[in-house]
C-alpha cells in the first residue's frame, strides 16, 4: 500500500508561481510512475504531469509545457510540481498519484494509476 500526502496548494495571482509537493509512503522508485493530476469544478480530472522515477523522465500535457516542471528527490521520498505563470485556468483541486505503468503514452491517463492523494487547492486569480 502506498501512501501520497500532497502539500504546497493555495491562492496566487495571476502571473506567480507555486510548489506543489506530494510525499509517499514507499522508495518512489519502486513505483514507476508518479504524477500531478487536476479537476476543475464540473471538468474531468486530467493529467498534468508524470515521472518516471527510475531515470526521471517527464511527460506533460501541452497546456503547462514550458510553465510547469515535475521533479523528484529520492532522498526525501517526494515529487514535486513547479507552477510558473499561473493563469486562472490552472485553477483547480490538485491530485498525486503513483503506479506502476509500462508506457509513458499512458502516464497522464488517471485510470492507469493506482494510489492517489488527498488533494491540495490551487486559485488563481485575474
Known amino acids: 500500500q502506498v501512501q501520497l500526502v500532497e502539500s504546497g496548494g493555495g491562492s496566487v495571482q495571476a502571473g506567480g508561481s507555486l510548489r506543489l509537493s506530494c510525499a509517499a509512503s514507499?522508495?518512489?522508485?519502486?513505483?514507476?510512475?508518479m504524477a500531478w493530476f487536476r479537476q476543475a469544478p464540473g471538468k474531468e480530472r486530467e493529467g498534468v504531469a508524470s515521472i518516471y522515477t527510475r531515470n526521471g523522465v517527464a511527460n506533460y500535457v501541452p497546456s503547462v509545457k514550458g510553465r510547469f516542471t515535475i521533479s523528484q528527490d529520492n532522498g526525501k521520498n517526494t515529487v514535486y510540481l513547479q507552477m510558473n505563470s499561473l493563469t486562472p485556468e490552472d485553477t483547480a483541486m490538485y491530485y498525486c498519484?503513483?503506479?506502476?505503468?509500462?508506457?509513458?503514452?499512458?502516464?497522464?491517463?488517471?485510470?492507469?494509476?493506482?494510489?492517489w492523494g488527498q488533494g491540495t487547492q490551487v486559485t488563481v486569480s485575474s
Open positions: 498519484a503513483a503506479g506502476r505503468i509500462w508506457n509513458i503514452a499512458l502516464s497522464l491517463k488517471a485510470g492507469e494509476y493506482n494510489y
Open positions: 514507499v522508495d518512489i522508485r519502486v513505483i514507476d510512475y
